[in-house]
């Protein structure tokens, strides 16, 4: 027996079913990491996921500085560029991806309306980039 994911949103404490564009929104476009609630499935001391929906010239407020992450950043549609120190990364075709390790200073522009997956290692509580 198949569960459709739009029809159940969370099935018991081990298991969630969900939907990434109706449930990103909740929580800044993260689906998983230590913000979860402790019993949550979606709670993850390890790492964390964002699904990330941009308009089109959408465009990060200002350059992540001091970065205590590794990420990885997948392009699912659209066209987005990923500013790096030096030059730039543009991600232009379904799939196309970046890594960037710790201290790499970082920010992002949306060339087209993309929506994009980060996955960052470790989940660090309390932690906020400058």
């Known amino acids: 027996m198949s569960t459709a994911a739009a029809s159940v949103p969370h099935v018991n404490d081990s298991v969630y079913v969900g939907n990434a564009g109706k449930d990103a929104p909740l929580d800044r476009g993260w689906l998983l990491g230590h913000f979860k609630d402790v019993?949550?499935?979606?709670?993850s001391e390890a790492l964390e996921i964002k699904w990330g929906?941009?308009?089109?010239?959408?465009?990060?407020?200002?350059?992540?500085?001091?970065?205590?992450?590794?990420?990885?950043?997948?392009?699912i549609s659209g066209r987005f560029r990923?500013?790096?120190?030096?030059?730039d990364v543009l991600l232009a075709e379904?799939?196309?991806y970046v890594v960037w390790g710790r201290g790499v200073d970082h920010s992002w522009f949306a060339e087209e309306e993309s929506v994009v997956l980060t996955v960052r290692w470790p989940s660090v509580p309390g932690y906020v980039a400058n």
Request: no cysteine; glycine share 10%; net charge neutral.
């Open 82 to 87: 990923v500013e790096l120190p030096g030059h």
């Open 94 to 96: 379904q799939g196309d």
């Open 53 to 75: 929906v941009h308009p089109r010239s959408d465009r990060r407020a200002q350059w992540v500085r001091g970065e205590e992450r590794t990420a990885l950043l997948v392009l």
């Open 39 to 43: 019993g949550d499935p979606r709670h």
